[in-house]
């Protein structure tokens, strides 16, 4: 049995290594599940977040590595159970020169711009905080958000608030700081938002398998051990298990 799994190039939930292989949290967990129900071979397909929803849909792979949920995209894919729960975050330039700790924050002030990837969530939230098309550069990938945070072209990139956590530890505190967004429930938890493994709708077999193992394999010890490798805590596993 085959199955083939797209990710995009997004530490540390996938990566492609200088060798070729693909790793980091997502792919991680991807492997240890398809093995389980008795996937052979995996082929591991790298894409552009853009194409992950469309290439799904046409039966071009199996599955998607995991992203938020969200009403509009369950319209066109299936989701399985969610695997972990993570909330938003800037990256910016060390010291934070424009003081941006939140969508609102960012968007008082018309001389600052951010940074999102096409077709990923932030962008809806942004522009529910207030922020305005203006501010807004669109990007195909997480490199070239980067790279337009470190040359001064955006003041911040909205990605995970882990994602940049490790963006941030790798590239060095003297060049690049995550931010982890201020809530503005004052005092109150806000559950982070889930994310999931995403397939075509018709592949029902392929999706009661994974979530059957989901639901044995998600918060077990070996599960806990292989995500702290990449950085992924009770933080961000805790939220899915909630249900």
């Not at 093995?35 to 790298?46: K, N, Q, S």
């Not at 945070?149 to 882990?162: E, H, K, M, Q, R």
Request: aromatic share 6%; proline share 5%.
């Amino acid at each position: 049995m085959k199955v083939t799994i797209a990710y995009i190039e997004e530490p540390p939930f996938g990566w492609t290594e200088a060798s070729g292989i693909a790793t980091g949290a997502d792919i991680d967990l991807a492997d240890a599940v398809l093995r389980t129900i008795g996937v052979t071979r995996i082929e591991h397909r790298p894409t552009s977040f853009s194409e992950l929803l469309p290439g799904v849909e046409s039966g071009r792979w199996d599955m998607n590595v995991p992203l938020f949920v969200t009403r509009e995209r369950a319209n066109r894919v299936a989701f399985s159970i969610p695997v972990w729960g993570i909330a938003d975050g800037f990256l910016v330039r060390t010291g934070n020169p424009k003081a941006l700790d939140s969508y609102v924050s960012l968007a008082k002030r018309a001389d600052a711009r951010l940074g999102i990837i096409a077709g990923q969530v932030q962008h809806d939230t942004a522009r529910a905080s207030g922020v305005s098309e203006h501010q807004i550069a669109v990007f195909e990938h997480q490199a070239d958000a980067i790279e337009a945070v470190l040359c001064g072209a955006i003041d911040a990139y909205a990605s995970t608030a882990l994602g940049n956590r490790i963006v941030a530890n790798r590239i060095g505190g003297s060049k690049l700081e995550a931010v982890e967004h201020e809530s503005g429930m004052k005092g109150k938890q806000q559950k982070p938002p889930p994310g999931a493994f995403s397939f075509n709708r018709r592949n029902s077999e392929l999706i009661q398998a994974v979530d059957k193992a989901l639901r044995s394999y998600l918060g077990s010890p070996d599960h806990r051990a292989r995500m702290a490798g990449f950085g992924l805590t009770h933080n961000e596993i805790d939220p899915a298990l909630a249900g």
